[in-house]
């Protein structure tokens, strides 16, 4: 984009620049007298810079159209790029909840599951305790 932006300067500057050289040039060799000759270069002066004036406004309304251009798509961007991080971060919300609850569940069941063997445990030790005291006692 820069490069069209320089290409176009460069082309308006040698447009500008050869469209002076070869006024003057008509208007030195043009048969008039001095005073004419100056009223053509003054006129032809004006012509000029009121096209270079009519230029640079097209250029500052490209330009600002281009800037407001790049505003209006930069905050759609942001904008998109804010609903798709909230929608991340509820996705990674919901996914820690799940993995809290099933880590609960396999906490639970594991508790359980150790106390049920733990009780089991006591109860062949004690099954245990009381064979060798029958056995004592006998």
């Not at 505003?71 to 799940?98: C, P």
């Not at 809290?100 to 359980?112: C, F, P, V, W, Y």
């Not at 150790?114 to 004690?126: C, H, Q």
């Amino acid at each position: 984009m820069s490069r069209d932006n320089e290409m176009g300067k460069g082309l308006l500057i040698g447009l500008l620049a050869g469209s002076v050289v070869g006024s003057l040039i008509a208007l030195l060799y043009a048969p008039k007298s001095g005073k004419e000759l100056r009223k053509d270069i003054k006129d032809k002066t004006d012509e000029f810079m009121e096209d270079a004036e009519k230029y640079l406004a097209e250029a500052k309304d490209k330009a600002v159209d281009m800037i407001n251009d790049g505003k209006k798509k930069s905050e759609k961007l942001i904008a998109d790029a804010k609903v798709k991080v909230d929608s991340l971060l509820q996705d990674a919300e919901k996914i820690l909840s799940d993995a809290k609850d099933k880590a609960g569940e396999a906490i639970n069941t594991s508790k359980e599951s150790v106390g049920k063997e733990s009780d089991k445990l006591k109860n062949a030790f004690k099954a245990g305790l009381d064979a060798y005291k029958n056995e004592q006692q006998s």
